[in-house]
Nanobody
Framework: QLQLVESGGGLVQPGGSLRLSCAAA????????IAWFRQAPGKEREGVSC????????DYADSVKGRFTISRDNAKSTGYLQMNSLKPEDTAVYYC?????????????WGPGTQVTVSS
């Protein structure tokens, strides 16, 4: 069964840290770029960060630059999002996406999401 599952979310105080994981099953994650998105209540889903298939290239939304770090371990078929200096505005459901950007056959997978709540 092909699936992507996030973990590591939870409740944290402002200024705290969390590390999200994104584990792939049934396919080779190394063949896919990974991206993290988030969606807060009443807001549209927004891109947070992405990393290339090899891990050599990364990018971040301005709102998380300098605080979040994306990484991957292809041997473990797992992606990560290290989140430091968390703010209440980071509260959202975080989703992992894997996309092979292939042609003519493109595949992309989404995880069910993990809740991150930043509150005192």
């Amino acid at each position: 069964q092909l699936q992507l599952v996030e973990s590591g979310g939870g409740l944290v105080q402002p200024g705290g840290s969390l590390r999200l994981s994104c584990a792939a099953a049934g396919f080779t994650l190394g063949d896919f770029a990974i991206a993290w998105f988030r969606q807060a209540p009443g807001k549209e889903r927004e891109g947070v960060s992405c990393i290339s298939k090899s891990g050599e290239s990364t990018d971040y939304a301005d709102s998380v630059k300098g605080r979040f770090t994306i990484s991957r371990d292809n041997a473990k078929s797992t992606g990560y999002l290290q989140m430091n200096s968390l703010k209440p505005e980071d509260t959202a459901v975080y989703y992992c996406n894997a996309d092979n950007w292939g042609w003519p056959q493109r595949y992309d997978y989404w995880g069910p999401g993990t809740q991150v709540t930043v509150s005192s």
